[in-house]
T-cell receptor, first 115, second 111 residues
């Protein structure tokens, strides 16, 4: 498999428990945030997003919280399942004018689900 | 099925050879991107293109080249000038400020 997640922080959770993955972003001008899931050897998949005018957004089993005061994002996964095992990383979208955007990606956290 | 395809999945080359990685999308997205992913690091932007026949250098463009002759296609050439080319390469596309859709990636190994 890929060695992308080799040196990443790891979160181990028991199957059925809730998981919380955190991310600090870098730029207060970023106005859109995304969480991605990346399984070994695959490209990142979109999980959930949130705009800067919101502080919480819920999806199916996932919730993203945004704290702009401390530039912090978190991803909460309810009732974690073995299929949730992957590397998770956040991304921020920073407007750079003329309708273009720069995406800045976090390094990621490896989630391990224990049976 | 709409999406982004990258080929090949695995690529092996000898040092000193140029190699081209393919990226095709049928999502009708204007913007396309190439990233490099190394262990323990976030994705790093190599090149991006907002529109056909136009592209811009990203943060680590040295040793790479791209073209954007068609909206659907954004091939990346890894040249012999790239000092450390072994990596996992990801292509993405997007529309406006929304999420980027990623391809499955190409693992390039240069020996």
């Amino acid at each position: 498999g890929e060695s992308v997640g080799l040196h990443l922080p790891t979160l181990s959770v028991q199957e059925g428990d809730n998981s919380i993955i955190n991310c600090a972003y870098s730029n207060s001008a970023s106005d859109y945030f995304i969480w991605y899931k990346q399984e070994s050897g695959k490209g990142p998949q979109f999980i959930i997003d949130i705009r800067s005018n919101m502080d919480k957004r819920q999806g199916q089993r996932v919730t993203v919280l945004l704290n702009k005061t401390v530039k912090h994002l978190s991803l909460q996964i309810a009732a974690t399942q073995p299929g949730d095992s992957a590397v998770y990383f956040c991304a921020e979208s920073l407007p750079r004018g003329s309708g273009t955007y720069k995406y800045i990606f976090g390094t990621g956290t490896r989630l391990k689900v224990l049976a | 099925d709409g999406g982004i395809t990258q080929s090949p999945k695995y690529l092996f080359r000898k040092e000193g050879q140029n190699v081209t990685l393919s990226c095709e999308q049928n999502l009708n997205h204007d913007a396309m991107y190439w990233y490099r992913q190394d262990p323990g690091q976030g994705l790093r932007l190599i090149y991006y293109s907002q529109i056909v026949n136009d592209f811009q250098k990203g943060d680590i463009a040295e040793g790479y080249s791209v073209s954007r002759e068609k909206k659907e296609s954004f091939p990346l050439t890894v040249t012999s000038a790239q000092k450390n080319p072994t990596a996992f390469y990801l292509c993405a596309s997007s529309t406006g400020a929304f999420e980027q859709y990623f391809g499955p990636g190409t693992r390039l190994t240069v020996t």
